[in-house]
Structure formats: structure tokens, C-alpha cells
């Protein structure tokens, strides 16, 4: 399919700037039965739905000779859930509307509101920017939305996660009821299509995600390894890849400060965007990446959202994502306008499931590999910098004098030697990292435990689920009746009918003497039974679901009597703890393994 039926302006300016065919988007929002109602579109990131929107709404605004007619007040409006986001918009909208006589005003955060107001002012045909901003100049009256003839909400989802939902329903109730209204969203969670029935009539539903929603032009892949060398690992992968572009998503803005830290001190051109940063050091940030002059970026999610680097071909999670929406989103910073692009998922051993129940939602198919190897980085730069020794060049006169002037000095061999070796000292040293082995990964799990605890002995108590069993009730108990503190008390595994709970080896005798003692001392903890026991909690799940169900023969029966736990249980009998009453029972495991 090929631009078909635009205004001539429009048309002039997609050649213009190398649109040969329009994106599945584009394509959709042109269709017959999409023209002139308002659109409910499920869209990737990166997949031309600036253009897409651009598009559509220019029956709305322009006149019969394709150009834009002079008016007081806008007759269209985008908004967009960040700053970066809406001067994308802005730069986007400019070019597709140049011949047209638009005037497009920006309104955005860490821009001067006088100046803006005076583009207002002037007659701007588009606005563009965010809620807060649009909200402050509807409410000073510096915004007059009577004349709208559009509205576009891009990327809808985002900002009702970002807590833009009053700054949107205010502007959205200021608008006539005679506007379309375009809502471009990567996901459709219920808040979406709430918003959707409120503000729009009749709308079509327009979705270009399909059953594959991972980018087409991104490969996916799933890095392996210890808990321990995630840092190593980004190091290598960063070398290995040698991207122009690296963006590398963490879950904190701790995590940010500190792996940029670290990739600075390894020698890498790093910046840093989180919520800690003021729009003067992002906007410095983001120049830097634009300018070259830095090729990394370590980021959160939020301060994330709306970047887009042309030359971005590498995305790290070196955090894994909360959902499949966010490894959507975060994937989707890179193998925009028909560019590829590598996504890598860095998954420590005991995550692996995890991320393969997340990837299975996200129906992304990911190419799990191991970390690469120093090995592997030493021999891509070889072929990297052979690549680039072999590329023609002009040689000056000056460089020819000075290449005469080594080869009287040294033999050929050695100049290219050491021409090697200057290019190898500009590069950060890759890292040694622990082969992906069985011994590996048990030694990895090994480390997880807390000190002390290398050697336990498992107890249990005749209390679980069914009895409303909680850590915050068993840890006082536990130290009270064993004459422990809770620094010597381990994981503890709640079942349906037993609870189990480690103890160091060191005090297990002490504190089953103490247990003896204190055996029956409290009447309301009489029934309570507390012994050493000789299977681990694994070993004994199948008997506690088999005493949890009626008519099981192990343990006490559903019907029975329960002991009775301090605080738990009232005179009346009535349940009185945290959980009586409640419909949802405790987690099986409210404490990690040690």
C-alpha cells in the first residue's frame, strides 16, 4: 500500500523526507471506515504513530486547497505524558503540516510559560504538550479549547500511570462535544477504555499489535547468569556490542547512581536519567547522547518514557521488568522507523522461571545465551577493528610523510602491532565472568544463604495455613518459648497444617532444652506442639495436603479441634487475630530463604 487520497501538502512533505509506504498504523488510521471518527488505536512504541495521528486528524483542520485556515484559537490538540515525548511530537508535526501554514505551539514543563502564552497568544493552529502544563494555561485562561476540532491522546497509558487522569478529565471537559477524539495506546487496560466510553462517540477500535508483540526489527535475547556478576555481565555485553546507542534500565534511582558510577569508573561514557536528575541535567543528558559524545545511558522506567535516540540499537534490562507491558515499552526504545535492534534480559539463575512465564506473557520468543565471554569481545574487536583499518581513506600528504618516517624505524609488523594496542587502550578491559555450569549455579544458591546458617537444623510446629499461622505471630512465640532471638531463627516454611522454621545447628540443642522447659508454661499455648524435625518441609508437603483435605488420614482433620494462639482467639471463641474473618488466607511463605 502506498499515500493515497492526502491533502497535496502532506503528500509533498512524506516524499520530502523518504516515506515510500505507509506503517501498518498509518495505514489503519487512512482506511475508508476510519476517516472522520474517533479511533480507540493499540499501537507499538516506534511505530510511526506520530505520522499516523498527523494524518488522520488533517481533514478536521484543513480547507479545500490543503492549507490551514487562520484561527484565534487551536483547532487542534496532543497530548503526550512527558516532556521529550511532546517535542518529538512537536518536530514531527512541524515538518508533515510546513506547507500547510501551520503554527504549532509547545507547551511543556522547563520551558518559559510567558513565551508560551505569547505563541498561544498568536494564533497556534496545533498545541502540543503535557497535562500539567495545558492544565496551568487552561486554568490562567491562557488556553482556549472552545474552537477544537481534535483532540489526541498519545500514549494514554502512561500517563494514567503517571497520575495524569484529573489534569486529563479537566482538559478533555473543556473541549466541545463536536471534537474527534484519537487515543493511541500501547496496552488497553481498564482505566483506557473507561476513559474511551466517557470521551468518545462510536469509536473504532484499531489494533496493529499482533500475536507476536514484540517488535519485529528487535531481537530478543536472555542472558544467563550468578546473581553476583551482573555488573561484569553489563560490562561484556556493552563491549560485545559496541552499540552507538545503549540504554540500560534499572528499577531504582539508587540502582542508577550506582551502576553509572561504575560503568564511568570502568571507562564508559555514561549518563544517568532518573527521578533524582532536574530537567536542566536531563536535557544535558539527553544533547550528550544525541551530540555522540556519550553513548550509554543508565535509566528507570519513568524518566525513560518519551526519550527517542535514532541511534539507540541496544537495550539492557538489567533489572527485569515488573510486567510484559514494561518489557514492551522498554524494549521498544530501540528498532524504531525500520531499524534493527537487540534487546537483553539479564536473568540470574534462580529468576529463570520468572522471566519465562513474563516472556510467555509478552509472547516475545527470546534466544536464552550465556553471557559472552572475554574470549568472544576480544575477537569481535578484531574483526571490528580490522573492519575499520580496511575501509578506504584518503591519505594526506602529511600522513604519508609520517608513515615513511615509522617504517625507517620499525618493521611493518610492529607498527601494526602497536597500532593495535593504541586502539585497545581507548576500551574498557572486558571481564572474567564464572562459567554457566550445574556447580555454578548450585554455588550461587549456596551463597544466598545468610551467614550462620550454613548449617541448620529443621523444627516444626503443629500449626499452619488452616490456623491462620503467621510470621508475625511465630517469631515472638518461637524466641519466647526457645530463648533465641529472631536472628537465630531461619526460614520459615508455612503449610497447610505445619508450620517448619530453621535454627543454626550451634543452638539447636539449647534451644530444644529450652523448649522442654517451657513446655505448657502459657495455658492458651498448651496445644501448641514444637519439636525437632526429621524431615525438611519438602518431604512433608505432600502429607499436609493430604491432612488439609477431608477425609485425609494424616494429622488433625478440617472439622477438629484447633489450638488455641495467644492474641488469636477470644473467650467467645471467635477468631480476633489479623486475618479473621478474612477471605484470603496468609502466603504460604511470608519470609525469603536466608
Same mark, same amino acid.
Given at each position: ?30 482506511? !475508508? ?12 512504541? %516506534? ?11 488533517? %481533514? ?6 490543503? /492549507? ?13 505524558? @512527558? ?10 508535526? @512541524?515538518?508533515?503540516?510546513?506547507? /500547510? ?33 495545558l ?6 485562561g491562557?488556553?482556549?479549547?472552545t ?17 495524569? *487522569? ?8 473543556a ?11 500501547? @496496552?488497553m ?10 470521551y ?23 542472558? /544467563?547468569?550468578? !546473581? =553476583?556478576?551482573?555488573e ?9 556490542h ?22 564511568q ?16 541535567e ?13 553513548r ?5 522506567d ?28 522498554? =524494549?521498544?526504545?530501540? %528498532?524504531?522507523? &525500520? ?40 575477537? +569481535? ?7 575499520a583499518?580496511? *575501509?578506504?581513506?584518503? $591519505? ?15 618493521t ?8 593495535? +594496542? ?7 578491559e ?27 537444623v529443621?523444627f516444626?510446629?503443629n ?5 491462620n ?12 518459648? %526457645?530463648?533465641? @532471638?529472631r536472628?537465630? $531463627?531461619?526460614a520459615?516454611?508455612i ?7 530453621q535454627? !543454626? ?11 522442654l ?12 506442639v514444637i ?5 525438611? !518441609?519438602?518431604? /512433608? ?14 494429622g488433625?482433620?478440617? &472439622? ?34 536466608p
Open positions: 500500500m502506498t499515500f493515497s487520497n492526502l491533502p497535496p501538502h502532506l503528500g509533498e512533505a512524506l516524499v520530502e523526507r523518504g516515506y515510500a509506504q505507509p506503517t501498518p498504523v498509518q495505514a489503519a488510521v487512512l482506511q !475508508p471506515e476510519a476517516l472522520g471518527r474517533d479511533l480507540v488505536v493499540s499501537a507499538q512504541t %516506534g511505530s510511526g504513530k506520530t505520522v499516523a495521528f498527523g494524518l488522520a486528524m488533517a %481533514g478536521q483542520l484543513l480547507g479545500d486547497e490543503g /492549507t490551514m485556515p487562520r484561527a484565534s484559537s487551536p483547532l487542534a490538540l496532543v497530548i503526550a505524558p @512527558t516532556r521529550e515525548l511532546a517535542l518529538q511530537v512537536s518536530r514531527e508535526l @512541524t515538518w508533515l503540516y510546513a506547507r /500547510t501554514g501551520a503554527r504549532i505551539a509547545t507547551c511543556v514543563g522547563g520551558m518559559n510559560p510567558s513565551l508560551e502564552r505569547r505563541a498561544l497568544q498568536a494564533g497556534a493552529s496545533i498545541v502540543v504538550g503535557t497535562p500539567g502544563r492544565r496551568d494555561h487552561l486554568e490562567r491562557a488556553l482556549d479549547l474552537a477544537l476540532r481534535a483532540v489526541v491522546l498519545d500514549e494514554a497509558d502512561e500517563m494514567l500511570d503517571m497520575g495524569f *487522569r484529573e489534569d486529563l478529565e479537566e482538559i478533555l471537559d473541549t466541545p462535544d463536536a471534537r474527534r477524539t484519537l487515543l493511541f495506546s500501547a @496496552t487496560p481498564r482505566p483506557i477504555e473507561a476513559l474511551a466510553k466517557r468518545q462517540r462510536d469509536a473504532l477500535r484499531i489494533s496493529t499489535v499482533g500475536d507476536d508483540r514484540g517488535h519485529g526489527d528487535i531481537a530478543y535475547q536472555a542472558v /544467563t547468569i550468578s !546473581p =553476583s556478576e551482573i561484569n555481565a553489563v560490562v561484556n555485553l556493552l563491549r560485545f559496541e552499540a552507538e546507542t545503549a540504554l540500560l534500565f534499572c528499577a531504582t534511582r539508587d540502582n542508577v547512581r550506582h551502576l553509572h558510577a561504575m560503568l569508573e570502568r571507562g564508559f561514557a555514561a549518563v544517568a536519567l532518573s527521578g533524582e536528575h532536574s530537567q536542566s536531563r536535557n544535558q543528558a539527553l544533547q550528550a547522547m544525541r551530540d555522540r559524545r556519550v550509554v545511558c543508565v535509566a528507570t519513568v524518566a525513560a518514557r518519551g526519550i527517542d535516540l535514532p541511534t539507540l540499537s541496544l537495550v539492557i534490562h538489567v533489572e527485569i521488568p515488573r510486567d510484559a507491558e514494561a518489557l514492551q515499552h522498554r =524494549s521498544g526504545r530501540t %528498532g524504531r522507523a &525500520g531499524k534493527k535492534g537487540t534487546a537483553v534480559l539479564l536473568v540470574p539463575y534462580p529468576r529463570r522461571r520468572r522471566v519465562e512465564e513474563l516472556l510467555r506473557r509478552a509472547r516475545i520468543n527470546a534466544e536464552w545465551i550465556e553471557a559472552p565471554s572475554r574470549e568472544a569481545i576480544m575477537a +569481535q574487536d578484531r574483526e571490528r577493528l580490522l573492519a583499518l580496511l *575501509r578506504p581513506v584518503e $591519505i594526506e600528504d602529511g600522513d604519508r610523510e609520517l608513515a615513511e618516517r615509522l617504517l625507517a624505524e620499525r611493518p609488523l610492529d607498527i601494526a602491532a602497536m597500532l593495535i +594496542q593504541a586502539h585497545r587502550s581507548t576500551m574498557p572486558p571481564e572474567e565472568l564464572i562459567e554457566n555450569t550445574p556447580d555454578a549455579r548450585r554455588a550461587t544458591q549456596q551463597e544466598r544463604h545468610r551467614p550462620g546458617f550454613e548449617d541448620i529443621w516444626r510446629m500449626v499452619g495455613r488452616n490456623q499461622a503467621d510470621p508475625r505471630w511465630i517469631l515472638p512465640v518461637l524466641c519466647r518459648r %526457645g530463648h533465641i @532471638t536472628n537465630e $531463627i531461619g520459615i516454611r503449610g497447610p497444617a505445619e508450620t517448619h522454621f535454627v !543454626p545447628r550451634a543452638v539447636a540443642d539449647k534451644f530444644s532444652a529450652a523448649l522447659r517451657t513446655a505448657g508454661s502459657e495455658g492458651d499455648e498448651e496445644s501448641l519439636e525437632q524435625s526429621d524431615e525438611a !518441609p519438602r518431604d /512433608t508437603a505432600r502429607q499436609n495436603r493430604k491432612s488439609s483435605r477431608p477425609g485425609g488420614d494424616a488433625p482433620r478440617p &472439622g477438629g479441634p484447633k489450638p488455641h494462639r495467644k492474641g488469636f482467639v477470644k473467650k467467645s471463641g471467635h477468631a480476633s487475630g489479623p486475618y479473621a474473618g478474612a477471605k484470603k488466607k496468609p502466603p504460604r511463605d511470608r519470609r525469603s530463604d
